[in-house]
């Protein structure tokens, strides 16, 4: 069955500092792979998708992401964070064919001062 | 604008009641969803309908309702049957570009029990 892990559960990072989190999938075929961000009691915002192509995406908010098959993996990078980031990101597959999404648990992310 | 609302925003229900959540949205497309999402969990597809007059189960849709007779609207009926269904449910819709298809969320109704 398909699969997506979120390795950590909670990340801080300083304000400023560079940021990456961590997404590996499980799936037979390149799937189709999206990074979406939530803010408490909120709902999902999409970040950027991956379909086909060049394998580094860029996003809304200063996001990227880079698609390694080598890996199986999707990681979210920013290189400086800002407060307004702290949140709870969602790395998801969809499956080629009629888009059903698996999620990955999430990752918090934590914004020091 | 178009966009995805979902009302209400917070719903409480009695021991043995149907609640129905709302889920319209203006953005013209053909797929809705609904997830449920709980604490370090993720999303958890409950129904899905790519068309007008059709639906599928997902993966937890026991205790669970759809229908789906406009395009625009998609509500969702938790049952009597559902035993825990505390939990913050989203809607979602979806369109196919650029060489596949993206969903996009609604604002999310958060269910408690009383």
């Known amino acids: 069955a398909q699969s997506v892990t979120q390795p950590d559960i909670h990340i801080t990072v300083s304000e400023g500092a560079s940021l990456e989190l961590r997404c590996n999938y499980s799936y037979g075929a390149t799937p189709y792979l999206f990074w979406y961000v939530q803010s408490p009691g909120q709902g999902l915002q999409l970040l950027l998708k991956y379909f086909s192509g060049d394998t580094l995406v860029q996003g809304i908010k200063g996001f990227e992401a880079e698609f390694k098959r080598s890996q199986s993996s999707f990681n979210l990078r920013k290189p400086s964070v800002h407060w307004s980031d702290a949140a709870e990101y969602f790395c998801?597959?969809?499956?080629?064919?009629?888009?059903?999404?698996?999620f990955g648990t999430g990752t918090r992310l934590l914004v020091s001062p | 604008d178009g966009g995805i609302t979902q009302s209400p925003k917070y719903l409480f229900r009695k021991e043995g009641q149907n609640v129905t959540l709302s889920c319209e949205q203006n953005?013209?497309?053909?797929?809705m969803y609904w997830y449920r999402q709980d604490p370090g969990q993720g999303l958890r597809l409950i129904y899905y309908?790519?068309?007008?007059?059709?639906?599928q189960k997902g993966d937890i849709a026991e205790g669970y309702s759809v229908s789906r007779e406009k395009k625009e609207s998609f509500p969702l009926t938790v049952t009597s049957a559902q035993k825990n269904p505390t939990a913050f449910y989203l809607c979602?819709?979806?369109?196919?570009?650029?060489?596949?298809?993206?969903?996009?969320f609604g604002p999310g109704t958060r269910l408690l029990v009383l």
């Open positions: 309908s790519q068309i007008v007059n059709d639906f």
């Open positions: 998801a597959v969809g499956l080629t064919g009629f888009q059903k999404l698996v």
């Open positions: 979602a819709s979806s369109i196919s570009r650029e060489g596949g298809e993206t969903q996009y």
């Open positions: 953005l013209n497309h053909d797929a």
